[in-house]
Nanobody, 123 residues
């Protein structure tokens, strides 16, 4: 079974940047970043597709976050700029191992998940 390992979370001040990494132990069809704050549902942040330039972003992420992939390293990155306190959450990497018709923003679309990495944005 493909496993995902995330890293890069931490505590930063508003306006600063963080880059999250997610390395897969095997090949995947697509990867996505989700986040979840206490008391809220898990929400999609961004997604990309292995070998394709196609990417999608949640509205709150457009213009501030950038998802990218290094196919040689089997790693997906999420660069987060201009961070806000409301970006504070546990961030999860998720992957589809093969194509399915699920909505990229739905957690049910994904076959495997990382353990999560905490991002805290505060003065």
């Amino acid at each position: 079974r493909v496993q995902l390992a995330e890293s890069g979370g931490g505590a930063v001040q508003p306006g600063r940047s963080l880059t999250l990494s997610c390395t897969a132990s095997g090949s995947i069809y697509s990867a996505a970043w989700f986040r979840q704050s206490p008391g809220k549902e898990r929400e999609g942040v961004a997604t990309c597709y292995t070998g394709f330039s196609l990417k999608y972003y949640a509205t709150f992420a457009e213009g501030r976050f950038t998802i990218s992939q290094d196919n040689v390293k089997n790693t997906v990155y999420l660069q987060m700029d201009k961070l806000k306190p409301e970006d504070t959450a546990m961030y999860y990497c998720a992957a589809r191992l093969f194509y399915n018709s699920g909505d990229w923003t739905s957690p049910d679309t994904y076959d495997t998940w990382g353990q999560g990495t905490q991002v805290t944005v505060s003065p």
